[in-house]
């Protein structure tokens, strides 16, 4: 600190000062000191901030822009020309009044310049958008810092004798501390303030051992749970139940909570104010199915969100799925106003976000992959190694294999010919990119999955479907361009590891049966499998592969065992209309389970539409049965959006 007795920057003086004066010049060295201090953090704070986030300083163009950061050398330029000034002459007091005040002026419209556009921003991405509060800081604690000086140096004349030669080391008094710890408590304050805007909530628990999945229902629900979703004008809110590794876990608009399977009760939870984004499908910005806002580990073990923070990028959050805790946070470097959202993808291990795969055990950056890396695969005319005229890349799915990473899928029809319009447009033949998720840059192109009526294959628990004989399937699909004689056809398919596939494990391949093709459901436990649909009829799933016990359900199997992974994804959930509940039905047409309507608030003969159809998550402890729906409020003229889980297994 430079509180010291004797002032190294005063002239020397002719008359002797009070004690008050010296109280006063040395509470100004405190305030200096502490100032000083408070803008060299707030700098080197900003500066971190910037190099972690993404266009920082670059906002809309309707909106203010901030200065930039060279702009915090106009106060201590202001300062530095009325040292130098005061070395060559005495200046008088108004000169001295009218350099105070120029150095606060500059000091505070500076301030503003960076405060309004982050207050802006912040309120917009409702979070805290980084840097712009830590130079507003900066350029006002640089402002006090030089008014102070400019005081200081005022009171040259407080020595009643000449300055000493000898250079002493500085020696704080009470004053000159007071004022410094006084300044740093301000500072302090004001740079937690904008730290703490729209500061994430969570509530964490401690781990329990995960039950069993059932397999089976219950006679009626077991219990019934209710949240409300605010009703900001979508008609289609985010809001949809995913399995965890202790339970249900459910996520809405801000982040996720896990529920009690015995209870329905809320055990962690993580929010925060801004928007969640969709992860990569595209069919996802036609959906709010949670798992288009959330990617979980194949084990289940963590949960990774994304928040939407405009140009900044995406913050991406790891969470424990069994206490809620929060594994850490990484900034995707990746603007989420884009057409699709953020291409990230989770393993058992690793999660991978752009070109940078992070460990899912502390946040640690494994690899970077080069910008080379799929050079060769994404070659607009590359496709594959047959010969397939035309064809389409897709991204990874956001849960890759155990130990594996999918970069994406090249897709195209055998049947497509080069130069004539196609009559079937819908994709028969993908190629996967796949590599250890240990050595990321180990690729392997593996042809011959089959895709859904999507375009692009399916994948669940780590396995997808592959045909069984390859080239047979191939020439069989170049003889037929009618897509409704494709959907007729039958080949020999079989579930497929996707570590296997990359060379990561030995998993033996499982015979599904002669089908057609796999069906696109996300929310499923189980692969479901298309047979050949009749003509002029459409396909339904005649197959379903459970990944965790490697296991084939059949249809007739499922009419006769009444339990299991895939008699529970076989049954179709009606959508409910007015107060007639939920059926749960077989594919044999019968009903199952019937759930009554229910609401925390239920209204006088209400409005009511389901958003969606009703839809069973097989989750540790639970079968849930999960339904997102309006209702017409009774309190008012408006709706409400509802999401209500029952408990039944």
Sequence with gaps: MDASPVDDDASPASAPVTPAQRRSTEMLRGLRFGALV????????AWQQAGRYYHVFYLADDELLPPSPSAL??????????????TSARPNRNQRNIASLAVAASALLIGVLFAWPWWRKSQDIQMSYPALAQLAVAALALGVAAVADILIRDRGNHHAKPRSRRIRPPRPTRSATIAAVLALAVGAVTLALPAEHY??????????????????????ATWR????????????????????????????????????PST?????????????????????????????YAAISPDLSRLVLGYDAGWLGTPLVALDTTTGEVVFEYIYNYDSMARLGPNIQVTDQVLRAGRNVLSLRDGSIQSTLPY???????????CGDRNIKRCWKYPGPTQGGHSTLVYGAICGNPSQPENIEPKDNHNRWCALLTAPDDDPTALTLVDAVVPTSRDAPEY??????RYADPD?????????????????????????????????????????GSLNRPEYNRSTRTLAVLGAAPTAEEATVQARFDPVTRTVYHVDDAHSALSGPGYLDDLRLSSPQAQEGIDLVRSDGTVALHLDYYSEDPAQEPYYTSNDAPYIVQAPGVIAVVDLHSAQDSSSDGYRHELVVYGIG
Excluded at 268 to 285: A, I, M, Q
Excluded at 460 to 465: A, E, I, R, S
Excluded at 493 to 499: F, G, K
């Design 225 to 260: 749970r209710t949240i409300q979703i605010p009703n900001t004008g979508d008609l289609h809110p985010i809001g949809g139940v995913i399995a965890g590794a202790a339970g249900p876990i459910v996520i809405t608009d801000h982040g996720a909570m896990g529920l009690d």
């Design 372 to 382: 080379s890396t799929f050079y060769e695969y994404e070659n607009p005319h590359y």
């Design 472 to 512: 047979a399937a191939f020439t069989e699909l170049s003889r037929h361009q009618d897509p409704e004689e494709v959907d007729t056809l039958s080949f020999p398919l079989e579930a497929v590891s996707l570590d296997a596939l990359a060379g990561v494990d030995d998993a033996e391949p499982v015979a599904l």
């Design 38 to 45: 408070i803008a060299v953090i707030a700098g080197v704070w």
């Design 264 to 292: 329905g009760e809320t055990t962690w939870s993580y929010t925060r104010s801004g928007n969640l984004v969709t992860f990569g499908d595209d069919y996802c910005w036609k959906e709010g199915n949670a798992w288009c």
């Design 460 to 465: 669940v628990g780590g396995w997808t479907v």
């Design 73 to 86: 050398v106009l106060p201590i330029l202001v300062w530095g020309g009325y040292g130098i000034s005061t």
């Design 199 to 220: 500061a994430a909530k969570s509530v964490q628990v401690p781990a329990a051992p995960a039950q069993p999945v059932p397999e089976s229902l219950s006679d009626s």
